[in-house]
C-alpha cells in the first residue's frame, strides 16, 4: 500500500525522471554539475539512449538539489531512494527492474521511475512482491499521483517502506503478475484520457465515464475507442443499439455513427 504523507529530508537518491522531465537532465548539469550521478541505461541494451533516460543522483553530497527535490517536485520529478548499499549495487538492482516480461513472448520497458508510473505499478504489488521488488532500496518517495489524480488536483507525496520480507531477488526480465500488468494497462488509458480531455475541454469524469461506455459496447482498439469517443461527443443523447452489425470493431462503430446520422432531423 502507498502512503501518502509530506516528505522529510533523509533521501540519499534521486532517481531523476528525464525521460518525463526532458529539461531536467540538462538543468541537472547547468546547476549541479558537481553531483555525482549515473546514467541508469548505461551498462543495458539501452545505452545509446543513456543521456535521454533516467538518472541517478547522490544528494548526500549535494544537499542543496535534495531541498529543491522537495521544494519544487515537478521541476525536480523522479522517485527519492534511500539505500544502505554501495552504488554499484543499487544501480545493479534499478537497471534489472527496467525491463519485464509479460505473456510467454513480450517484453517490455518498466518506466518505473515516473512518478505517474510509479503510483499505479507499485501499489498493484503485495508486501512480497514489494519486497522483491524494492530489493536494497528500504524507502521510496516521489510526489505524484495516478492520472485521476492529476486531473482534479489531487497530487501529493507518496512513500513506501520495504516490508523487507525473505524473498528470492528480483529475477532477470521480471515477469509481471496480471495484476501488474492490468494495473499498467490502466495507467495507459488513463494517461490516454487526461490528454483527451487537455485538448478537447472536456471534464475528465465525463471523459472516463464515455471510455467505460464504449469498452461496454466492445471498442478496445484503440482507434476504434478514439473513434467512438468523437463520436460521443457529437451525439452525447443517443442511444447505443445493441447488438450492431458488422464483423469487426470498426465497422460496428462505423453502423453505429450511420445509425446516429440518420436519427437526426
Not at 549541479?32 to 548526500?60: N, Y
Not at 524473498?167 to 495507459?188: F, G, K, M
Request: charged share 15%; hydrophobic share 40%; proline share 7%.
Amino acid at each position: 500500500m502507498i502512503v501518502a504523507q509530506a516528505p522529510d529530508s533523509t533521501a540519499q537518491w534521486l532517481l531523476l525522471d528525464v525521460p518525463g522531465q526532458p529539461r531536467a537532465g540538462a538543468r541537472l548539469i547547468q546547476q549541479f554539475a558537481q553531483a555525482r550521478r549515473f546514467w541508469l541505461f548505461d551498462s543495458t541494451e539501452l545505452q545509446p539512449l543513456r543521456e535521454h533516460g533516467p538518472v541517478l543522483v547522490d544528494l548526500k553530497g549535494c544537499p542543496a538539489l535534495a531541498e529543491l527535490c522537495l521544494r519544487e517536485p515537478h521541476l525536480w520529478s523522479g522517485l527519492l531512494l534511500v539505500s544502505e548499499v554501495s552504488p554499484s549495487q543499487l544501480l545493479e538492482h534499478l537497471r534489472r527492474m527496467l525491463t519485464v516480461t509479460f505473456g510467454l513472448h513480450h517484453r517490455a520497458l518498466l518506466s518505473y521511475y515516473n512518478p505517474h508510473t510509479a503510483s499505479y505499478f507499485f501499489d498493484a504489488c503485495d508486501a512480497l512482491e514489494l519486497s522483491r521488488w524494492l530489493g536494497p532500496i528500504s524507502q521510496l518517495r516521489w510526489f505524484g499521483g495516478t492520472w485521476a489524480d492529476r486531473a482534479i488536483g489531487s497530487q501529493g507525496w507518496q512513500q513506501l517502506f520495504n516490508p523487507g520480507l525473505a524473498v528470492s531477488p528480483l529475477a532477470i526480465e521480471e515477469n509481471l503478475t496480471p495484476r501488474q500488468r492490468d494495473t499498467l494497462q490502466t495507467c495507459l488509458l488513463e494517461q490516454h484520457v487526461w490528454h483527451w480531455s487537455r485538448s478537447t475541454g472536456t471534464d475528465y469524469n465525463s471523459l472516463w465515464a464515455l471510455v467505460q461506455e464504449g469498452l461496454a459496447l466492445g471498442f478496445s482498439e484503440r482507434p476504434v475507442l478514439d473513434g467512438w469517443l468523437w463520436l460521443r461527443l457529437q451525439y452525447p443523447d443517443a442511444s447505443p443499439v445493441q447488438p450492431l452489425p458488422g464483423i469487426t470493431q470498426q465497422e460496428r462503430l462505423d453502423s453505429l455513427r450511420n445509425l446516429w446520422q440518420n436519427d437526426q432531423p
